[in-house]
Nanobody, 115 residues
């Protein structure tokens, strides 16, 4: 079955950087959209960044210019490079893949940004 496993979260000071990784298995994903959502305490889950199979990207306005999404289709990996982190970026980050009409999610990785 499809499995997504995130890594790379942690505690960082404001202005710092983190790189999230997501390893996908159970299928081939090279033609499928992938991306990252996040959910902060008491807030709805929001789309942070998405990337198509061809490498086109989309970002929520609040992270434009700070975050970069990328993928390695040969390795079934998707990444989120996060720079200039702010306390409001604190959330659980989830990677996803859209495959055959369904969304598949990882278990999430916590990102905490201290001020």
């Amino acid at each position: 079955q499809v499995q997504l496993v995130e890594s790379g979260g942690g505690l960082v000071q404001a202005g710092g950087s983190l790189r999230l990784s997501c390893a996908a298995s159970g299928s081939t994903f090279s033609i499928n959209p992938m991306g990252w959502y996040r959910q902060a305490p008491g807030k709805q889950r929001e789309l942070v960044a998405a990337i198509t199979s061809g490498g086109s990207t989309n970002y929520v306005d609040s992270v434009k210019g700070r975050f970069t999404i990328s993928r390695d289709n040969a390795k079934n990996m998707v990444y989120l490079q996060m720079n200039s982190l702010k306390p409001e970026d604190t959330a659980v980050y989830y990677c996803y893949v859209f495959l055959r009409g369904l969304y598949y999610w990882g278990q999430g990785t916590q990102v905490t940004v201290s001020s």
